[in-house]
């Protein structure tokens, strides 16, 4: 079992960049791949983007690719969310995930394990 605890969300202007953590506890963090997902009231909660176990392999929404980029560190136990020109449409609650398998993906019914969010809020 893992528990996630994401951080560095907060207020930004448009075109501007955050950067989330997502630190795991409990064992083998290396063996699971890491998603993040973010959601707005009322909405589904939506795939942004994942990444391999070994970091080797990441997969983007449409919505984010060429802006975000997902990253690990094992040996910290921690995943990251380098957020870039961000948009007012960015603006949601943003979740770290884990999954025990090994396929990449954007499912989110996938994810066996979720972190309690963090928001992030883009100003025009």
Request: aromatic share 10%; net charge positive.
């Amino acid at each position: 079992q893992v528990q996630l605890v994401e951080s560095g969300g907060g207020l930004v202007q448009a075109g501007g960049s955050l950067r989330l953590s997502c630190a795991a506890s409990g064992r083998l963090f290396s063996s699971y791949v890491m998603g993040w997902f973010r959601q707005v009231p009322g909405k589904e909660r939506e795939f942004v983007s994942a990444i391999s176990r070994s970091g080797g392999n990441t997969h983007y929404a449409n919505s984010v690719s060429g802006r975000f980029t997902i990253s690990r560190d094992n040996a910290k136990n921690t995943v990251y969310l380098q957020m870039s020109s961000l948009k007012p449409e960015d603006t949601a609650v943003y979740y770290c995930a884990a999954e025990s398998g090994a396929l990449v993906t954007g499912r989110t019914d996938a994810y066996h394990y979720w972190g309690q969010g963090t928001q992030v809020t883009v100003s025009s």
